[in-house]
């Protein structure tokens, strides 16, 4: 079946550094690709979808992109504000029908320090 | 105004007892899934549901069942409650299923059973 692999529990920086947080994936069709966001004490909210190879998807100072090739998917970030604080998750929709149904990574747990 | 509302936010259950977890979505959704979230795994698909009066396994089904008696209500039941059921449970609806679908999560229902 399908799986995404989260490698990064936990992520700490501070104000104005750069974020890059990585998903490899495994699917046989073609997936669309998606970054949530759960920040303290809510629901996961959508943040960005992606929904072919090499296109970028953009919101709120975030990009992120997948690669086919290497089946990984990154968000990134130039430069993190204290509000950025959250748990990020990537996940995953294999191309197969409206039934399909979402795989998520077990999450990235950011803090960012002032 | 949220959109999807889950009660009760908290509860305590005894072991062996029964727990239901109601979500109430006014999205005019379609689809309506029960996640379960604990460290380390992320988010879990438990059932969803894509039409009233009818209910789908996700991946973790095994001690919950599932209730989808309107388009507006989809409940979680756990008919034994065990202390492994112990986690933050999320409701969430989307307008599709498959690879157009955006989920609207509720704000979690922390279960604890002791």
């Known amino acids: 079946g399908d799986s995404v692999t989260q490698k990064q529990g936990q992520v700490t920086l501070s104000e104005d550094d750069f974020l890059f947080i990585n998903c490899t994936y495994s699917?046989?069709?073609?997936?669309?690709l998606f970054w949530y966001v759960q920040y303290p004490g809510q629901g996961p909210q959508l943040l960005l979808k992606v929904t072919t190879a090499n296109n970028k998807g953009i919101s709120r100072g975030f990009e992120a992109t997948y690669d086919k090739g290497t089946t990984s998917f990154h968000l990134q970030k130039a430069s993190v504000q204290e509000s950025d604080s959250a748990v990020y998750f990537c996940a995953l929709v294999d191309g197969g029908g409206s039934n399909a149904k979402l795989t998520f990574g077990k999450g990235t747990k950011l803090s960012v320090k002032s | 105004e949220a959109a999807v509302t889950q009660s009760p936010r908290s509860k305590v259950a005894v072991t062996g007892g029964k727990v239901t977890l109601s979500c109430h979505q006014t999205?005019?959704?379609?689809?309506m899934y029960w996640y379960r979230q604990d460290t380390g795994h992320g988010l879990r698909l438990i059932h969803y549901?894509?039409?009233?009066?009818?209910?789908e396994k996700g991946d973790i089904p095994d001690g919950y069942k599932a209730s989808r008696p309107s388009q507006e209500n989809f409940s979680l039941i756990l008919e034994l409650a065990s202390l492994s059921q112990t986690a933050v449970y999320f409701c969430?609806?989307?307008?599709?299923?498959?690879?157009?679908?955006?989920?609207?999560f509720g704000e979690g229902s922390r279960l604890i059973v002791v």
């Open positions: 699917t046989t069709t073609y997936p669309t």
């Open positions: 999205n005019n959704h379609d689809y």
């Open positions: 969430a609806s989307s307008m599709t299923g498959g690879a157009g679908n955006t989920l609207y």
């Open positions: 549901s894509y039409v009233a009066d009818s209910t």
